[in-house]
């Protein structure tokens, strides 16, 4: 199935064989990572198997929300709005950034007082959330006819677009250094007395002081190759392109059975509110037990099923040598087909719902893997067994919006300088010290 069309990158010619930093994977955490190094004058190379922003960072919704994140990740989402507010002109290109709002219907009065105490995480902040009446979501989207009490409305948050996010980023980086290597996938580590010291990539060697693992839902095949548990999972998630749509709502909204935002060529991005598809793999058994609890949270929105993905990951190999082609080189793009039915069924709850869609002409629809990890928050920390290795992975289908700050923070670990955040929420270590892996509901 084709994807959407994402802003070509062309990845440099000549492969370096030194440089102080290696950033594994091309997506808006890997770009944004690069980013924020090269700037500081140090030499880093992004190695992307296939091309930048082609896979999750291109196809998720566009949404760039501090509402209804969980609370651990809020101090870093409000330090990443603050970055999307200026990364047009840091950049030099257009990401699609626009602040529009976000409102996140409420159906009922338990919805209302569980966003209703959400809000009390951005007490003492720059930003701000309300919560609105029945009446009040009528003046945001006049004629709407779903049935409800009220919504928690974020004026402060906004939306861009994703195939123009990462690339923008990437290019940015490579003005201020960075070697952009698409088509160039990394084997492995290699490390000398303990620490890493290097990468095998199939363009050859790149020796090394440090390495960033942002390669989304590949890192824990990656991971698992250097004997590091990575309990990581993917959720498909199927979404709709439209075309230009005249007098539609230009703040985004989130009700059950739809998820709605403006683009910028004037179309919408449309998706489930709440329902996406998990196929049953291998590593569903092996990290079954992990996800216990966020199954239990989440039944309700996800359909299992049991199909040939089960057995493509099954022939996918989790040992391979250096000097031979990893299964990284075999999938360069992990493009799957979207589901029709869900889609059908959410455009027509649209169109009967937001008479403003009732028109609304399909231009595409595509899906997207999203990688997740028990907690439904990411890895962004050091890696204890290998001095030198940092992970910034597992971002459970909230990575877009809160990707530049997630970048600003590996950086941080990596420089050694003083962290955007307290980064403690999100170290590796937190699925092998014992730790109580805990999903936050409730707000």
Known sequence: MPGPFVVPVHGDVECPTKVDVVVIGGGIIGCS????????????ALCEKGGIGQEQSSRNWGWVRLSRRDPREVPLMAASLRIWQTLNQRVGAETGYRR??????????????????????????????????????????????????????????GRAEPQKAAPAIA??????????????????????????????????????????LAGGAWSSLFAGRLDLRLPQLKVLNSVVRTEPLAGG?????????????????????????????????????????????????????????VGGRFFDELRIPDRW?????????????????????????????????????????????????????????????????????????????????????????????VLGRQPVVDPRAFRFSRFSDGSKIEIITGF
């Open 33 to 44: 990572t690069a980013l924020e190094i090269a700037e500081q004058g140090i030499s880093v």
């Open 100 to 157: 529009a709002g976000i409102v996140f219907h409420c159906a009922d009065d338990e919805a209302f007082q569980q966003h209703q105490r959400w809000t009390r995480h951005l007490e003492g902040s720059e930003f701000n959330a309300e919560m609105v009446d029945r009446a009040g979501f009528e003046r945001l989207f006049p004629g709407q006819r779903l049935a409800g009490v009220g919504a928690l409305y974020t004026p402060d948050d």
């Open 171 to 212: 290019e940015a980086a490579r003005k201020q250094g960075a070697s952009i290597l698409t088509e160039c996938a990394v084997r492995g580590i290699d490390t000398a007395a303990g620490r890493v010291c290097g990468v095998f990539t199939e363009r050859g060697y790149i020796a090394c002081q440090q390495v960033v």
């Open 249 to 305: 709502p230009e703040t985004a909204v989130w009700a059950r059975d739809f998820a709605v935002r403006k683009r910028l060529d004037g179309g919408y991005t449309i998706a489930s509110g709440h329902e996406s598809q998990v196929d049953i793999v291998p590593k569903t058994f092996r990290f079954a037990r992990d996800f216990i609890p966020a199954l239990r949270h989440e039944w309700g929105s996800l359909r299992l099923r």
């Open 321 to 413: 040598e250096m000097d031979e082609p990893s299964p990284f080189e075999y999938c360069r793009v992990l493009d799957l087909p979207p589901s029709k039915t869900l889609t059908d069924k959410v455009l027509d709850q649209l169109r009967q719902q937001l008479p403003a869609f009732a028109n609304l002409k399909v231009a595409q629809r595509w899906a997207g893997c999203i990688d997740v990890l028990p907690d439904a928050i990411p890895v962004i920390s050091p890696v204890e067994r290998y001095p030198g290795l940092y992970m910034a992975t597992g971002f459970s289908g909230h990575g877009f919006g809160i990707g530049p700050a997630a970048g600003r923070l590996m950086a941080d670990l």
